[in-house]
């Protein structure tokens, strides 16, 4: 296994939310609706949870504080087992959807409340749907006035939604106005001047597996970098209800639920990993430049 991926233990990563919570569904699942939807997150977390501890696998779970909120044994659970507990915000809002305030208010009730919870300090962010971009870059002063100390929200791609498709590619430090954060962008391969996903999600599910997997490979070895991978646990329900969207909002939600999990078990074989509290703690960081100039709050 370490021999395959050039000794380099890679980040695994879980976004903890429910199927409801998904931004492909926010203009047709009410927010009023939430507490009255059957709620699978529970289960399919602690079903991730098993399979991680069949496999000594400890990870980094950023969690949505709505489900925290509703359901603080499974936040216990998780650090119980030795993972690492981070943020997934509170309310899943997309950053440029948001004022600085709201989001600043958001951001300090997540981390208080999962902290409150977990028992752990909460150092990490991930925004729902990777929505640091550039329009949204004054996210970061904001994670660094209220304690963050990471984040993982720049997708360094081109996408409908999200992505920085300039931005680096492996993690560093990135100055800004409030002081210094490290930044710890989703997983990229760079081919012909382009920087293709590799790291998870949608693009686990919808592309060959043998795509993830060399793609890993190739920054592990070739790069001799970790890699960063991102699951959602509504990935691996092919059961959970059926909810409208467009035609593409159905195929990137529920193309190959049913072979996500033996996907996953398959690539916890294939690679060796850790949190990524593991991933950055000690390791020399370059400094990054991220965006061109500071972006200017709403």
């Known amino acids: 296994m370490s021999g395959a991926a050039g000794g380099i233990r890679n980040a695994m990563t879980i976004d903890v939310e429910d199927y409801f919570h998904v931004s492909n569904f926010e203009h047709t699942v009410d927010r009023g609706s939430w507490d009255t939807r059957e709620s699978r997150v529970e289960a399919n977390t602690d079903r991730l949870l098993e399979l991680f501890d069949r496999a000594g696998v400890r990870a980094t779970f950023f969690v949505l504080a709505w489900v925290a909120e509703r359901v603080p044994a499974l936040v216990r659970r998780i650090s119980d087992g030795g993972h690492e507990v981070a943020s997934h ?16 208010d ?8 999962l902290e409150d919870t977990s028992g752990q300090a909460v150092e990490g962010y991930r925004a729902p ?9 004054w ?18 791609i081109h996408h409908d939604r999200y992505g920085i498709p ?7 430090i990135v100055r800004r ?15 012909a001047g382009m920087n293709l996903p590799i790291g998870g999600g949608g693009y686990f599910r919808l ?15 070739s790069e001799a970098a970790p890699t960063v991978f991102y699951l959602h646990p509504w990935e691996i329900d092919p059961g959970q209800p059926r909810l409208p969207a467009s035609w593409l909002g159905q195929l990137r939600h529920y193309r190959n639920l049913h072979d996500t999990e033996a996907r ?16 950055i703690q000690g390791a020399p960081l370059p400094y990054l430049t991220v965006g061109t100039q500071p972006s200017a709050s709403r």
């Open 166 to 172: 300039d931005a680096e590619r492996h993690a560093g």
């Open 139 to 156: 996210a970061l002063d904001v994670l660094i006035e209220e304690g963050y100390t990471y984040d993982s929200s720049i997708f360094p």
């Open 207 to 221: 592309l060959p597996y043998q795509w993830t997997r060399w793609g890993m490979r190739r920054v592990n070895v």
């Open 264 to 279: 996953l078990e398959r690539l916890l074989r294939d690679f060796p990993f850790g949190t990524m509290r593991s991933l």
């Open 177 to 191: 106005p409030a002081g210094t954060i490290v930044e710890v962008p989703a997983s990229t391969v760079r081919i």
């Open 129 to 137: 749907s990777f929505s640091v971009t550039e329009r949204s870059l």
């Open 106 to 113: 958001d951001v300090r009730a997540a981390k208080r409340m």
């Open 89 to 104: 915000g509170y309310a899943h809002r997309l950053i440029y959807d948001q004022t600085r305030d709201a989001f600043r």
